[in-house]
């Protein structure tokens, strides 16, 4: 049964915790920072950081709120990246969990048009020309273990399980939080699996909160790889 996250920010104290496990399990690097006049750090996901936890200040009310926003790949449910790539060698989707993996082989890919084709600005390029981002600890999820950014959560705001599940977490979590929160939604619930719940407009957290489809449109290769996939259906059978 295909997986999803649930993400509760309404209860995320922006420990970092699952921004550190997640460094720690797949072994990658710190970042080098400077002060930027905000405790959020790094200033941003990059090849080496898979996850960043949003912090902004906001007036909201006439009081001053902190909202946190554990930012991450959200592993789309039809994502433009694979079909932008064309090259399941190098980005494919996990028939298990529809987890959407990158490979060493995104290093044949043209990098700029992966990054433009994702409507939250997630993956990024490293030196070697690969192309990285979240993998939904897939190694961990196969063998029965909870991702490590969801494993360390102390509040309750990161969770992982059956989609179906998630979903029903997630809708029973909106009604709890709209009783004070009237503007509480969950951020593109039906396009994606990792699902987000905010108590108020998704803006005031991050940018790409939601998906953009004005900054990242369908791109060339999307359009192409769309009019030509039934032609490719028609062509297999007959091989």
């Known amino acids: 049964m295909s997986k999803s996250f649930f993400v509760d920010t309404t209860?995320?104290?922006?420990?970092?915790?699952?921004?550190?496990?997640?460094?720690?399990?797949?072994?990658?690097?710190?970042?080098?920072?400077?002060?930027?006049?905000?405790?959020?750090?790094?200033?941003?996901?990059?090849?080496?950081?898979?996850?960043?936890?949003?912090?902004?200040?906001?007036?909201?009310?006439?009081?001053?709120?902190?909202?946190?926003?554990?930012?991450?790949?959200?592993?789309?449910?039809?994502?433009?990246?694979?079909?932008?790539?064309?090259?399941?060698?190098?980005?494919?989707?996990?028939?298990?969990?529809?987890a959407v993996i990158y490979t060493d082989k995104t290093k044949g890919l043209k990098a700029k048009e992966i990054i433009d084709s994702c409507p939250y600005n997630i993956p990024r390029k490293g030196k070697t020309g690969a192309i990285a981002k979240c993998d939904m600890c897939i190694d961990r999820v196969q063998n029965g273990l909870l991702p490590s950014c969801v494993k360390t959560c102390p509040t309750g705001a990161m969770n992982f399980g059956d989609r179906a599940e998630m979903l029903a977490l997630a809708n029973k979590r909106l009604g709890e939080v709209k009783k004070t929160n009237p503007a509480a939604m969950l951020l593109d619930a039906d396009d994606v699996r990792v699902i987000y719940l905010v108590a108020y407009k998704p803006e005031l957290y991050h940018k790409f909160a939601v998906a953009s489809a004005f900054d990242y449109g369908i791109t060339r290769q999307m359009a192409l790889a769309k009019i030509f996939s039934p032609v490719k259906n028609i062509t297999s059978g007959l091989v």
């Open 11 to 98: 209860v995320c104290t922006a420990c970092r915790g699952c921004q550190v496990a997640c460094k720690q399990w797949k072994n990658l690097p710190a970042e080098k920072t400077v002060n930027r006049g905000t405790i959020e750090n790094p200033a941003d996901l990059s090849f080496n950081t898979y996850k960043v936890v949003r912090m902004r200040e906001e007036v909201i009310d006439g009081k001053l709120k902190w909202l946190f926003f554990p930012e991450q790949c959200r592993h789309c449910i039809e994502p433009p990246c694979l079909d932008t790539a064309g090259d399941k060698a190098a980005i494919f989707k996990d028939d298990a969990t529809g």
